[in-house]
């Protein structure tokens, strides 16, 4: 049973413009949702996370939205630049009553930045 | 800035052999983890560690893989007899404690079995 789920597979986009990846999730304890970057041969770094308790996060170029309701989270990158091209993970965990950093990792989205 | 280790970046070896993988945390670090990522997804955790204590290890198949932190530092994660479908990436991950959720990854040992 996949928990997380993670589209699409992978994504083109310009310079410039704003590529956006979705994620699902089925277990209604989660509560932290974290999104990191890997790029090749290197491991997963951490890009920012948000908690169900806030509808959006922005770190920089970086937002993500969340929508409880929903069970669904996404990742924007505003102006993306050729260095962002990696793939992007989302993540989630239950952080409260043990199993604390357990994240659940979807399968991953492939992101290529063309000049 | 401070990484997780790990050793060696690259493995081949034969299947029914013997392998193992050793990993660093960053200094001061209580809570270690070593996930395995297939080619195409996502990393999947394997055991978690609280100081030398073993706090899951649900998803590590124990007839052929074993984990170690004796002093509570470094790790060793070892796999006997190797398989064809051990082939995959081994991330070592790193945290303060059990209590925050930012993990650090280490590179990984990239290990594959002919």
């Known amino acids: 049973q996949q928990q997380v789920k993670q589209s699409p597979q992978s994504l083109i986009v310009q310079k410039g413009g704003i590529p956006i990846i979705n994620c699902a999730y089925e277990?209604?304890?989660?509560?932290?949702f974290p999104w990191y970057q890997q790029f090749p041969g290197k491991g997963p770094a951490l890009l920012i996370a948000?908690?169900?308790?806030?509808s959006e996060k922005k770190e920089g170029r970086f937002t993500i939205s969340f929508n409880k309701s929903a069970k669904q989270f996404s990742l924007h990158i505003m102006d993306s630049q050729p260095g962002d091209s990696a793939t992007y993970f989302c993540a989630a965990s239950k952080t409260r009553g043990g199993s604390q950093g357990n994240l659940i990792f979807g399968k991953g989205t492939k992101l290529s930045v063309k000049p | 800035e401070a990484e997780v280790a790990q050793s060696p970046r690259y493995k081949i070896t034969e299947k029914s052999q013997a392998v193992a993988f050793w990993c660093d945390p960053i200094?001061?670090?209580?809570?270690l983890y070593w996930y395995r990522q297939i080619l195409g997804q996502g990393p999947e955790l394997l055991v978690q560690f609280q100081d030398e204590s073993v706090v899951d290890d649900s998803q590590l198949p124990k007839d052929r893989f074993s984990a170690e932190r004796l002093k509570g530092v470094d790790s060793t994660l070892k796999i006997q007899p190797a398989e064809l479908g051990d082939s995959a990436m081994y991330l070592c991950?790193?945290?303060?404690?059990?209590?925050?959720?930012?993990?650090?990854f280490g590179s990984g040992t990239q290990l594959s079995v002919l």
């Open positions: 991950a790193s945290s303060l404690d059990a209590t925050n959720e930012k993990l650090f």
């Open positions: 948000i908690r169900p308790d806030v």
């Open positions: 277990n209604t304890a989660f509560d932290y």
């Open positions: 200094s001061g670090h209580a809570t």
